[in-house]
């Protein structure tokens, strides 16, 4: 088992910056991909990014380049999600996601752990 524990959420204005960050604990070595994914009121989750665990190889969807980034910290068992010039729409709540396979998937069914959730709430 993998737990996942994700913080850093908060109330931001438009254009600001926010970093989340996701604590892997439990049988991390069986990590093979990390993804963010999001859900805002109403709507279905959507991926937002993905990395690879041995080598950092990362994936985003088209919403995500050029203001996110996502980064891991092997040693400390942490992934990253920084978020830079924030939008109203980019209101969600931000779940960390782990799966064993070692090809980013986009599709939430296919990740095995989930953590709990991180409410990024960004205001005009």
């Known amino acids: 088992q993998v737990q996942l524990v994700e913080s850093g959420g908060n109330l931001v204005q438009a254009g600001d910056s926010l970093r989340l960050s996701c604590a892997a604990s439990?049988?991390?070595?069986?990590?093979?991909?990390m993804g963010w994914f999001r859900q805002a009121p109403g709507k279905e989750r959507e991926f937002v990014a993905g990395?690879?665990?041995?080598?950092?190889?990362?994936y985003y969807t088209d919403s995500a380049k050029g203001r996110f980034t996502i980064s891991r910290d092997t040693a400390k068992n942490m992934v990253y999600l920084q978020m830079n010039g924030l939008k109203p729409e980019d209101t969600a709540v931000y779940y960390c996601?782990?799966?064993?396979?070692?090809?980013?998937?986009?599709?939430?069914?296919?990740?095995?752990?989930w953590g709990q959730g991180t409410q990024v709430t960004v205001s005009s």
């Open positions: 996601a782990a799966r064993g396979g070692f090809s980013i998937a986009t599709t939430g069914a296919l990740y095995d752990y």
């Open positions: 439990g049988r991390t070595f069986s990590l093979g991909t």
């Open positions: 990395i690879r665990w041995s080598d950092s190889y990362t």
